[in-house]
């Protein structure tokens, strides 16, 4: 059977979910069915997106099980959408230039909340060039329940306050749940939380008391790569 373009592109972002899915799973950025992914469906296929269902193992995910929300906000097809399908559609709704969200629940980021963030506004400080160039600000989100609407309504919040100051956030983080990352494509999404997680696992190495870069030095990176800090 020969795929139309618009079945094609769509079964390929399936195949992705799973793709990212297995290898966060298989590396420990998740375990058990915690966690979640979604993609935006391009107009081209339809719009709307896919979402993984609720209390699925992101590490044995099956393409025609995931959830497929239409445009207006609808499942049409595959099993019970996550339960974070309301913050994922306002990530969405605030960044209209992401194409995908992850959230897990990666264990230097949660324990970082549990024994006190850098600042309520940057969990962690700006200790290495590519986390100031790929990840950026990341502002803390106080506990709420697992997919309590108030989340949704914060971050949503976030985004627009950051992008009213010229700066594009990329992630937040949820307290004692994990963070949630989105970003133009699921691997620059997945990148994006690798460094994050890192920087988080250097600075709790560290005692939290390694030494961010300086100002001098994070102009240096705005000034040659173009960033926004």
Known sequence: MVLSTADSELDALRHEICRVGKSLFERGYVHGSTGNISVRIPDTAGGGFLITPTDACLGFLAPERLSHIDSQGQQTGGDRASKTLTLHQRIYDAAPWAMCVIHTHSTHLVELTLRGVWDPADIVPPLTPYYVMKVGHVPLIPYFLPGDSQIATCVSQMIGDYAARGLTLRAVMCERLGPQVWNATLAS?????????????????????????????????????????
């Open 189 to 229: 999404a997945m990148a994006t939380l690798e460094e994050l997680e890192e920087t988080a696992r250097l600075w709790l190495r560290g005692n939290c008391s390694a030494t961010p870069l300086s100002e001098a030095a994070i102009e240096d990176l705005r000034q040659q790569f173009k960033i926004s800090w």
